[in-house]
């Protein structure tokens, strides 16, 4: 049995220990913003905040996580978030998403990224968002990355 947070709800879940988060998230959860890609940690469509660190949910074993505070996209809230609104906003305002698949995992990143770093430059960023988007639209993202950064309080 682990008990954690999860979008501001403490759950106890028993599960195998073995088992990824992302697979807790989705099936048990119905947590289906956080997407599948690729399942070796490598493309970023996984990732969620785990104690504020962006962390790609499919290679981290739910055993890892008894006590931890978990948060998915569907968890940000832009009333009370100030960073998740600027970061959501700049997404809009600078028209990302192409198919969308890689907007969670970017998103999330990205306010991981701003949280820890205010004010990055494009080395900052190239080294942070290593989240890949099939559709390409890495200027886009790096200019919401800029836009949201710029706005910052």
Same mark, same amino acid.
């Given at each position: 049995?682990?008990?954690?947070?999860?979008?501001?709800?403490?759950?106890?879940?028993?599960?195998?220990?073995?088992?990824?988060?992302?697979?807790?998230?989705?099936?048990?959860?119905?947590?289906?913003?956080?997407?599948?890609?690729?399942?070796?940690? $490598?493309? #970023? !469509?996984?990732? =969620?905040? &785990?104690? *504020?660190?962006?962390? /790609?949910?499919?290679? @981290?074993?739910?055993?890892? $996580?008894? #006590? !931890?505070?978990? =948060?998915? &996209?569907? *968890?940000?809230?832009? /009333?009370?978030?100030? @960073?998740?609104?600027?970061?959501?906003?700049?997404?809009?305002?600078?028209?990302v998403?192409?198919?969308?698949?890689?907007?969670?995992?970017?998103?999330?990143?990205?306010?991981?990224?701003?949280?820890?770093?205010?004010?990055?430059?494009?080395?900052?960023?190239?080294?942070?968002?290593?989240?890949?988007?099939?559709?390409?639209?890495?200027?886009?993202?790096?200019?919401?990355?800029?836009?949201?950064a710029?706005?910052t309080?």
């Amino acid at each position: 049995m682990l008990t954690m947070a999860v979008n501001g709800r403490t759950l106890t879940v028993t599960i195998p220990g073995d088992t990824p988060l992302l697979w807790l998230l989705r099936e048990q959860l119905q947590l289906t913003g956080t997407k599948f890609g690729c399942g070796a940690g $490598l493309c #970023g !469509a996984c990732t =969620v905040l &785990i104690n *504020g660190h962006a962390v /790609r949910a499919c290679s @981290v074993p739910v055993s890892s $996580l008894d #006590g !931890a505070e978990i =948060v998915t &996209i569907e *968890g940000l809230d832009r /009333r009370t978030d100030a @960073v998740a609104a600027r970061v959501i906003d700049a997404w809009i305002a600078e028209q990302v998403p192409q198919c969308g698949y890689c907007a969670p995992g970017m998103i999330i990143a990205t306010i991981a990224l701003l949280r820890r770093t205010p004010q990055p430059g494009d080395q900052e960023i190239d080294a942070a968002i290593t989240n890949l988007c099939r559709c390409g639209t890495y200027p886009r993202i790096r200019r919401a990355i800029h836009r949201a950064a710029s706005t910052t309080p």
